[in-house]
Nanobody, 114 residues
Framework: QVQLVESGGGLVQTGGSLRLSCAAS????????MGWYRQAPGKQRELVAT???????NYAETLKGRFTISRDNAKNTVYLQMNSLKPGDTAVYYC????????WGQGTQVTVSS
């Protein structure tokens, strides 16, 4: 059973940056399209960005230019670099395949203060 462990969240001020990591244990990580998702309080989980096995990326329209997804298949890890953070980015961030079919990890909390 593949397990996903997210890390790197925290409290930052508006305009700050964070780099999230998601480590996947086992499975055929390198073959999967991976995605970062987020869930803000009282809202549904939404897809933030995806990256294919070969590195082709896609982003939610409103996040283009601020977030960058990348992956290291040798380390079974996917990253999310977040710049120019806004209070609206406050959420718990998760990674999963896209479409999501693995058990969700615990996520990592990102809080952006104004």
């Amino acid at each position: 059973q593949v397990q996903l462990v997210e890390s790197g969240g925290g409290l930052v001020q508006t305009g700050g940056s964070l780099r999230l990591s998601c480590a996947a244990s086992g499975g055929t990580f390198r073959l999967n399209v991976m995605g970062w998702y987020r869930q803000a309080p009282g809202k549904q989980r939404e897809l933030v960005a995806t990256i294919t096995a070969s590195g082709i990326t896609n982003y939610a329209e409103t996040l283009k230019g601020r977030f960058t997804i990348s992956r290291d298949n040798a380390k079974n890890t996917v990253y999310l670099q977040m710049n120019s953070l806004k209070p609206g980015d406050t959420a718990v961030y998760y990674c999963n395949t896209n479409p999501a079919y693995l058990a969700w990890g615990q996520g990592t909390q990102v809080t952006v203060s104004s």
